[in-house]
Nanobody, 126 residues
Framework: QVHLVESGGGSVQAGGSLRLSCAAS????????MAWFRQGPGQKRVGVAG??????WDNDFGKGRFTISQDNDKKMVYLQMNDLKFEDTDIYYC?????????????????????WGQGTQVTVSS
């Protein structure tokens, strides 16, 4: 069992930055595939960015603004968000799975992930 805990959310003005963190613990602390999703009220979860040991993936709306990274021992995953916009307001979730096979094509499919954090709220004021 893998336990994921997000932190770093908060309120920021448009144009500002936030760095979200995801701490992994439990049996498979080196989950090979990690991703960030976001979800608005009544909306489906949308993939923001994902990574494996050798690749990163991101959604078009975050290109040039959002960067996913992990630390060396792969127990922390980060999402650096710059130039935040009002429409980035959502709950952000960290997700993980052990295998990265074929994930380059399906990283943004929430059904592929086995482990989820509780979410952290990001609110951007215009």
């Amino acid at each position: 069992q893998v336990h994921l805990v997000e932190s770093g959310g908060g309120s920021v003005q448009a144009g500002g930055s936030l760095r979200l963190s995801c701490a992994a613990s439990g049996d498979a602390t080196s989950s090979r595939c990690m991703a960030w999703f976001r979800q608005g009220p009544g909306q489906k979860r949308v993939g923001v960015a994902g990574l494996s040991s050798g690749e990163t993936w991101d959604n078009d709306f975050g290109k040039g603004r959002f960067t996913i990274s992990q630390d060396n021992d792969k127990k922390m995953v980060y999402l650096q968000m710059n130039d935040l916009k009002f429409e980035d307001t959502d709950i952000y979730y960290c997700a993980g799975r052990l295998s990265c096979v074929y994930m380059n094509k399906s990283w943004s499919n929430e059904l592929k992930y086995n482990y989820w954090g509780q979410g952290t709220q990001v609110t951007v004021s215009s």
